[in-house]
């Protein structure tokens, strides 16, 4: 069983393999952020809902949205709002949020309704030490895999991550995101594929994601090309033990980054 990318309209499959988001396109022609969130944006026609797929079509967008940090973590989803740019009745925008929050990517707040979720510093630190456990299983699985097909197309997909260009924010969380489904892919477990899904990686990328700084994502990138070198060579436990340390090195600055936030501002002395 493949997992489907966090936001399939941002996505597109490659020569590769992998998963990769499609070039941002100009600022004006993604989203205009001067307009309500429900008015239409510029060549937006793909808000129009195909015929018998309303609901998942809003659950789509709005997820995109969110994951792309269209949507700001704690901003509103106002229903009205949503009615007029999916050009749907109210009935099909509350059953998409209803979907959203099950999924865990919005919440519904006193007196503002459902707004997008923003994760606490022990959300963060919580999910990511499953998130820890798991992916040095998947390394693990992955290096083991005796799957030489699967194992050719791992060394493909993860191509990207052995280029030598800086790398900027959004092209990051891109490669970011298709390395680790690279390797839970390889890993072979459905079951363990299901459930990283299920822990929104990208969602906690997203909300800390102006904490990447040029430094981060190069150390970042050098870890990644640590795991893969262990995966190909076979050898399980330094893969487990790169994914361990990359990981334990990702929720430390993700929970830090969500901390520095919380605090509030310093007062000023008149």
């Known amino acids: 069983m493949r997992v489907k990318p966090p936001c399939p309209a941002l996505f597109s499959a490659t020569p590769f393999g992998g998963m990769v988001r499609r070039r941002a396109r100009a600022h004006g022609e993604v989203m205009d952020r001067t307009a309500p969130i429900g008015k239409p944006r510029r ?30 973590p704690g901003e509103r989803l106002i229903e ?9 009745s109210r009935g099909p925008v509350r059953e998409a949020l209803r979907r ?16 997008v979720r923003r994760l606490s510093p022990r959300d963060i630190g919580e999910l990511f030490q499953i998130r820890v456990e798991m992916e040095a299983l998947a390394a693990r699985l992955a290096a083991l895999s005796p799957d030489e097909a699967a194992r050719a197309r791992f060394v493909e997909e993860i191509a990207p991550i052995f280029a030598d260009a800086p790398r900027r924010m959004e092209s990051y969380l891109d490669e970011n995101a298709a390395f680790h489904l690279s390797v839970l892919r390889l890993a072979g477990n ?7 899904a ?10 800390v994601g102006d904490a990447l700084t040029t430094e981060v994502m190069r150390a ?25 340390a990359h990981l334990e090195r990702a929720a430390a600055l993700a929970v830090a980054r969500r901390e520095a936030d ?7 002395r008149a």
């Open 190 to 196: 459905a079951h363990l594929q299901e459930l990283s």
């Open 43 to 72: 060549g937006d026609a793909q808000d129009a809902p195909p015929h018998g797929a309303t609901v998942a079509h809003i659950v789509d967008g709005l997820r995109c949205d969110i994951l792309a940090h269209r949507l700001q």
């Open 220 to 244: 970042s990138v050098s870890e990644h090309r640590a795991i893969a070198k262990a995966i190909v060579e076979g050898d399980a436990e330094a893969a487990a033990a790169a994914a361990r």
């Open 80 to 88: 009205s709002a949503l009615t007029k740019r999916f050009s749907v």
């Open 262 to 268: 919380a605090e509030p501002p310093p007062s000023r």
């Open 100 to 115: 959203l929050a099950a999924e865990g990517l919005i919440e519904h707040a006193p007196h503002r309704g459902a707004v």
């Open 198 to 207: 299920r822990l929104r990686l990208p969602l906690i990328m997203a909300q």
